[in-house]
C-alpha cells in the first residue's frame, strides 16, 4: 500500500499507535472481517507510518528549539510563572516571607532575542479562542518549525493579521 493508503486507512477506521507495536482500531462499527484482515496484514506498514509521523514531528520540534533564544526566554518565563505562584501563596499566607524575584530578565532576553519572542508568541496563539487568528498563528509556527527566516515569517503573520483586521473592522 502507498503512504497516501495508509494515511486514508487510519484516518477513515480511526487507527492509533499504542507506541509499543500495537495499534487500535476505535471505528469498530465500520469494520467487517474483511477490512480488519486487511488492517492486520499492513499492520507493519501502519506502524512503521506512525514512526516517520513521530520522527517528522521531533525533527520540526527541534528546528523550533533552536530559533536563537527560544530556552532561554522560554526558562525566564517558567522562572518568573514560578515566582510569581510562590508570591501568591506568601500574599495569601500573610506569613511576610516572600520568596526572591528571579534573577533572569524576561525583558532583556526578548530585547535580545527578537525571534524567540515572536516564535513563543506564535506558539501561545496557535490555541486562541478565534478560530481564524489560531489558524495564522499555526501557519506562522508551521513556517518557523519547517526552518523558515523568521523575518519572513514575521512579515507574512503581520499581513495575514493585517488582512482579518481589514475584514473584521466593523464586526
Known amino acids: ?21 500495537r495499534i487500535k482500531i476505535s471505528n469498530t462499527k465500520i469494520v467487517t472481517d474483511a477490512i480488519y484482515k486487511q ?4 499492520k507493519p ?15 520540526r520540534r527541534q528546528t523550533f528549539e533552536e530559533i536563537p533564544g527560544v530556552k532561554e526566554l522560554r526558562a525566564a518565563r517558567a522562572e518568573r510563572e514560578a515566582w510569581r505562584t510562590k508570591m501568591r ?10 520568596p526572591t524575584a528571579p534573577k533572569s530578565d524576561e525583558v532583556a532576553i526578548a530585547e535580545k532575542y527578537p525571534a524567540a519572542k515572536f516564535a513563543l508568541m506564535v506558539e501561545e496563539q496557535r490555541y486562541g479562542s478565534n478560530a481564524e487568528l489560531a489558524s495564522i498563528a499555526a501557519k506562522a509556527y508551521d513556517a518557523l518549525s519547517n526552518g523558515e527566516p523568521w523575518e519572513q515569517v514575521k512579515a507574512a503573520y503581520d499581513a495575514d493579521n493585517k488582512a482579518f483586521v481589514e475584514r473584521h473592522l466593523w464586526d
Open 45 to 59: 506498514e501502519i506502524v512503521a507510518y506512525f514512526a516517520d509521523e513521530r520522527a517528522e514531528y521531533q525533527r
Open 39 to 42: 488492517i492486520i496484514s499492513v
Open 89 to 98: 501563596r506568601a500574599m495569601e499566607r500573610g506569613t511576610c516571607r516572600y
Open 1 to 21: 500500500m502507498t503512504k497516501q493508503e495508509i494515511a486514508e486507512m487510519i484516518a477513515k477506521y480511526a487507527i492509533t499507535d499504542n507506541r509499543d507495536g
